[in-house]
């Protein structure tokens, strides 16, 4: 996808952030989505059965059970995000970590 990014975005520095937020950003949806399915059916009976609203659902049960999902996407979000950014580096740029190191392979 990257050089579809620098045909439509050119060489500037959004093309860079771009290769680095799609990167990390799927991993980080994904496992926050699992995180917020994962409550037990007992829960939300208990929920419903004290007449909790659909915010109060969210606030006080989906989300504190999400948020070691969450939390461990973000964990590998990071990580993707450096190698897009070295990685859009490397496909295009002119300076920076990439570009070093394309010029000492060669």
């Known amino acids: 996808i990257a050089p579809l990014l620098i045909t439509w975005l050119g060489f500037g520095m959004v093309t860079k952030v771009m290769i ?3 990167i ?3 991993p ?3 496992s926050s989505v699992v995180g917020l399915k994962s409550m037990e059916k007992e829960m939300l009976m208990l929920a419903t059965s004290l007449r909790a609203s659909r915010l109060q659902v969210f606030l006080h049960f989906r989300l504190p059970k999400a948020l070691p ?3 461990g996407g973000f964990k ?3 990580t ?3 190698v897009g950014a ?3 580096e490397f496909v295009s740029s002119d300076r920076g970590l990439g570009y070093l190191q394309l010029v000492a392979n060669s």
């Open 20 to 22: 680095a937020f799609l």
């Open 24 to 26: 990390s950003f799927f």
């Open 28 to 30: 980080i949806i994904v």
């Open 69 to 71: 999902s969450i939390f």
């Open 76 to 78: 590998v979000g990071i």
């Open 80 to 82: 993707l995000a450096v």
């Open 86 to 88: 070295v990685v859009a």
